[in-house]
Structures are given as structure tokens and as C-alpha cells.
């Protein structure tokens, strides 16, 4: 049991290092980025709650595909953890910069996903899957939770950070554009097996591709952050 835990964990130390990485320069003191991975498993226990009693959606098509990936899925659980991010940094005295917001969603989406990813292989026990299973989800179901928490954090930065007038709005993205993402995602990995082998295939080129502009998305999104940070700090010495 042990090493399929520490299968399933071994791709979220992985982002969490690399986020971290990224923070150097001001670094969020580890106590506050632990508790933002226990509230990223808050986050999967009240998805869990909420959304486990209702009854499931049969997927025998796109159309219940993508239904079924934004009902169960993307909405409820980038709600849950923007909820999360929100209770945890309303009165954290180290959110001072714009990149804290990406680093602290990064992680809140990380325990989110480290959750989910040790339920998943340990239902693959019993079958033997849950070898493939890791090695798949570690190359995208982990990376794509953590960046869709890298535009949840970008987007709550700007509305905690920028304009007042937009705070409303950028809130909403914070929401509206992981969840996009995650629906998307989830919709075309859901219906792939309910398509004929080249629809399939398709499917699987333009989810590689919408794969790989979310990784770009989510590098912009730090690598933006973190320059304006840096004139800010810049600015503010001279």
C-alpha cells in the first residue's frame, strides 16, 4: 500500500518543488504552503461529499461526455478549491506579492490532486493497473490540476492585488477559466472511448495539443507574475 501511495505522491512533490523554485526570490514560508496542500484535500473531501451522492451520468456520447466532465467535475471542483484559497489567504499575512496567489493555488491544487491520485491507484490494486494508471496521470492528470491552479492563482492575484474596479470580474476567472479548462479536458478524455478508433484518435491529437497550450498558459501566467513582482520591488527601493 505504501509504495503505491508514494507512486501516487511522487508527481505532486515533483510540482511542488518546482513552484517552490519559482518563489525563491521571496519565498512563502513552508508551514503556509503545507497548509495550502491540507486545504487542497479539503477541497477533494467536500467534492467528495457533495457531488458522490448524486447519481452518475452514463457517457454514451459527447454531448454526455463533456456533461458529465463540467457537472462532476470541473465546476464542482474548481469551485471547492478556489473556496479553499480563498478561506486561506483572506487573512495570510505573507500574500503580498501577485506570484503568492499562483504558488499558493498551484499548492491548494496539488493537494487536490495528490488526494484524488492515491484514491484512483489504490482502486487499481486489486486489477493491477494501478501501475499504468500512475505512470498516465503523473504525465497529465497531476500536471493538469496543478495548472489549472496556476490560472486560478493568476487571475485571484489580479483581483487581489489590481484594480478594484475589476476585483469582481477577476474573481470570476479565477473561477470561470480553470474550469473551462478542466471541462475541456475532462470532456475529451471522456469521450474518446464512445467514438469510432479515428474520431478517437482525433480526439487525442487535439487533447495533446490543448494539453500542451495549457502548460504554455500556466508558464506565461508565473513567468508574468514574477516579472511584474520583481519591477514592483524594483520601483518601490528606489
Known amino acids: ?38 486545504y487542497g484535500l479539503l477541497s477533494a473531501a467536500l467534492v467528495i461529499a457533495l457531488v458522490g451522492p448524486l447519481p452518475d451520468i452514463e457517457v454514451t456520447g459527447p454531448v454526455t461526455a463533456f456533461l458529465k466532465a463540467f457537472l462532476t467535475a470541473a465546476m464542482p471542483e474548481e469551485a471547492a478549491k478556489l473556496l479553499m484559497l480563498y478561506i486561506l489567504l483572506k487573512k495570510n499575512p505573507f500574500f503580498d506579492e501577485q506570484l503568492d496567489g499562483i504558488v499558493y493555488a498551484a499548492c491548494v ?20 493497473t494501478w501501475v499504468t494508471m500512475g505512470i498516465s496521470r503523473a504525465i497529465f492528470a497531476v500536471p493538469g490540476h496543478f495548472f489549472f491552479g496556476t490560472l486560478m492563482g493568476y487571475f485571484f492575484a489580479r483581483a487581489w492585488f489590481g484594480n478594484p474596479l475589476h476585483k469582481k470580474r477577476n474573481m470570476f476567472l479565477a473561477w470561470f477559466v480553470p474550469m473551462l479548462a478542466h471541462g475541456i479536458y475532462d470532456g475529451l478524455l471522456f469521450a474518446m472511448p464512445t467514438m469510432p478508433e479515428w474520431v478517437a484518435g482525433v480526439l487525442f491529437i487535439v487533447f495533446i495539443a490543448g494539453f500542451i497550450a495549457l502548460r504554455k498558459q500556466g508558464v506565461k501566467a ?17
Not at 17 to 34: A, C, F, N, T, V
Not at 223 to 238: R, V
Open 222 to 238: 508565473i513567468n508574468t507574475l514574477q516579472t511584474e513582482d520583481k519591477i514592483l520591488n524594483t520601483e518601490d527601493k528606489i
Open 1 to 38: 500500500m505504501w509504495i503505491v501511495i508514494a507512486v501516487a505522491l511522487l508527481p505532486v512533490l515533483a510540482l511542488f518543488g518546482y513552484i517552490w523554485i519559482k518563489d525563491r526570490r521571496q519565498p512563502e514560508p513552508m508551514k503556509w504552503l503545507l497548509k495550502a496542500l491540507f
Open 109 to 128: 491544487a496539488l493537494g487536490f490532486a495528490g488526494t484524488e491520485n492515491i484514491l484512483y491507484l489504490m482502486s487499481g490494486v486489486a486489477d493491477g
